[in-house]
């Protein structure tokens, strides 16, 4: 048994036993009837719109957002709000969700109305809460 091999396995060779050169491909031949057609520039790779949309009469749709993350976060703090805190935290929803608005945000409006009741709820279910805590 070789020192190298382990409990009946054979021992790894020491090296590669081949070499293998990468062959040398010849550039494929110019299709006959690769040419644009007459007045069709394609954009550069990567530079917007696909090519068969260039000359296109059709309106493109408008660019993709990333999402609302400013009414999210307006959300989250609202809801927040209405636990703990709701003088600090109703504020903060509130400028998030202008912020939001000003970005033309699809939850904006949403987003602010939710932070200004959670920060009216959120303070009087501190009022009766408290007022229960005292009552006793």
Do not use: C, W
């Amino acid at each position: 048994m070789d020192a190298t091999a382990v409990q009946g396995f054979p021992a790894f060779p020491q090296g590669p036993t081949h070499v293998h050169q990468a062959a040398a491909y010849p550039q494929a031949p110019a299709h006959p009837h690769q040419t644009a057609a007459p007045g069709f520039n394609p954009p550069p790779y990567g530079s917007g719109a696909p090519p068969y949309m260039v000359n296109s009469p059709y309106p493109q749709a408008p660019a993709a957002k990333a999402g609302n993350p400013f009414s999210i976060a307006a959300f989250v703090l609202a809801a927040i709000a209405i636990l703990i805190l709701p003088i600090v935290f109703s504020p903060l929803a509130a400028i998030l969700a202008f912020v939001g608005i000003r970005r033309h945000e699809r939850l904006g409006r949403l987003a602010l109305i939710l932070a200004i009741v959670g920060g009216l709820v959120g303070a009087a279910l501190g009022i009766v809460l408290r007022a229960l805590v005292t009552a006793r």
